[in-house]
């Protein structure tokens, strides 16, 4: 399939590398260039500057031929403006969107979004289940909540502190997708130390998530 995928930050890192891994073909539009750059750099993906509100920047990365446009930013009001013109403009089979507010899915929806991700609503279910809320920044599902995406912060505290990747033992049905530190975006190996600070992006199966939540974020 062909994806685009228009805004975020984190959100675009990890969902490239997944997508790409299921061997779709993936193009991106972001307003920040630096990000353009080593997305593109890294996965070898079309990269369009711009904002991904304006039809003329959608146009340059030719969404027309998208078989599907998923809208990232941190704004619904950008969000919103993004899906309607993915359908209505260029005609795209399926839109996904980041909706924030979760008051605002229901309007989403009746426009005819195709898929509505709220971040908060996730975040809460997550609580529920005893995980550690401070830790969890972004946590998004996929493949019908089969697969879930999820950001982890860690702090000095963590228990994965100073070890390497091989020696923490995740569950096979996870993996860690990659790292930044600071301004540096590693993609992991076995020997990867990670160290405080990092923010880990986890991809695992949905039942083991928690667990390998657990395994990064648990404290000494």
Known sequence: MNILLVGGHQNALFLIKSLKSNH????????????????ADAYEVPAICGNGTNADILRQAHTEKMDVVIALDDQDAANLVISELAKNEFHVKLTYAVVNNPKNIELFQGLGIDKCVNTTRILSDLVEQQAIEKNIRKYIPMEN????VCEVLLTE?????????????????????????????????????????????????SQVMEKTISMLVGMK
Do not use: Y
């Open 24 to 39: 779709h073909e993936v193009a991106i539009v972001n307003s920040d260039r630096d990000l353009c750059q080593a997305l």
């Open 145 to 148: 909540g089969r697969i879930v």
């Open 157 to 205: 505290k963590s228990v994965a502190l100073n070890k390497k990747l091989w020696e923490i033992g995740f569950p096979s049905q996870s993996t860690i997708s990659c790292i930044m530190r600071e301004e540096e975006i590693i993609i992991p190996q076995g020997n990867t130390v990670l160290k405080a600070g990092d923010k880990v992006v986890v991809l695992a199966s």
